[in-house]
């Protein structure tokens, strides 16, 4: 058991589809023909990799980022944010995806989120009728040729199984773990094993029991640019992985820190389990930092990349958020 305490790239975007909406949107209704008629389309939600240039044509490490969608889940937004009857959005139900994201540079293999789509440890609402579960994060993996052998990080945001129900693998009736060569970071104030259910135990327990568990507080640099930032709100110990390049913007990938675009348009609203003042305290330091940089911003449950965009007015610096490449 380890404790650590510490105190841009351009990439070319592959396109896939983005969130949908229920009632009155197109676009879940297409998100779900997608789905049946080409099950493995998410396999090809990569960004490849490039020779990265700096506005002064500098050449820069190359990076490739890979989306990692495991399943699709529905919320209803007037449930989920307790919005009142009249709002533009009440009713709406959404389809979101549920993202890891996989980072290859130079000597690591890194892993953000172990997610897993699993329909018996989701409430029915969650789940959308019909849905057809793709294949698992490991099975994505092993078709892209991401060898689960040799991750060498793997950066858990948050405690909230879907982010890491993937941490083990069930071999000869044993359980073992996914990425048996992997540093596994997890912030100290989510580990609360005295809560634990069953599956908690047999994912980040095993890991834990492993050894490859580091328990981070506050912010760390994992080198190569890499570095764990703390953004509470979602959960006491929720972080974001930070990954800045010699020149040029960086990315960040924020795990829970928004799960739909209502967010973007007004700051008022958090997911109901959320807390209210630690969000709002984490979504402006993950502005003023991606705004100040250029960074693009991934999230678990919205398709991006995300940037934001800065303006000046009257009152000063207006930042909001922007979705796709500049």
Same mark, same amino acid.
């Given at each position: 058991m380890e404790r650590l305490c510490q /105190?841009? $790239?351009? *990439?070319?975007?592959?396109s896939f589809a983005g969130e949908g909406y229920l009632p009155g949107n197109?676009? $879940? *209704? @297409? /998100? /779900? @023909? @997608?789905d049946w008629f080409c099950p493995n389309r998410f396999l090809t939600d990569r960004i490849e990799p490039t020779a990265l240039k700096g506005d002064k044509g500098t050449k820069m490490e190359s990076i490739e980022i890979t989306p990692l969608n495991v399943g699709k889940v529905q919320f209803d937004l007037s449930e989920i944010y307790h919005l009142p009857a009249d709002h533009e959005l009440a009713g709406v139900v959404a389809h979101l995806p549920v993202f890891s994201y996989h980072i290859s540079l130079p000597g690591r293999s890194v892993l953000v989120d172990a997610a897993d789509f699993d329909p018996k440890a989701m409430h029915k609402s969650f789940l959308v009728p019909g849905y057809v579960q793709p294949p698992t994060l490991l099975q994505q993996m092993d078709s892209l040729g991401i060898a689960a052998e040799e991750v060498t990080d793997v950066v858990i945001t948050h405690a909230h199984y879907d982010h890491f129900g993937a941490l083990t693998k069930e071999v000869d009736g044993c359980l073992q773990p996914t990425f048996p060569s992997a540093r596994h970071y997890l912030n100290v104030a989510d580990w609360q094993p005295e809560r634990f259910e069953e599956r908690d135990q047999r994912t980040l327990g095993v890991v834990e029991q492993s050894s490859l568990l580091t328990f981070v507080e506050g912010s760390v640099d994992l080198q190569d640019g890499l570095s764990i930032l703390p953004l509470p709100g979602e959960t006491p110990g929720h972080q974001i992985l930070h990954l800045s390049q010699s020149e040029g913007p960086g990315c960040y990938f924020a795990g829970d820190l928004y799960h739909h675009q209502l967010e973007f348009v007004d700051t008022r609203w958090n997911v109901i389990w959320a807390d209210t003042t630690m969000m709002k305290a984490s979504k402006e330091t993950l502005m003023r930092r991606a705004g100040a940089d250029g960074g693009f911003v991934y999230f678990t449950h919205m398709t991006g990349p995300y940037f934001v965009e800065l303006a000046e007015s009257a009152a000063g610096t207006v930042r909001s958020w922007q979705g796709g490449t500049r």
């Open positions: /105190d841009g $790239a351009w *990439v070319t975007i592959a197109c676009f $879940a *209704v @297409l /998100d /779900d @023909l @997608l």
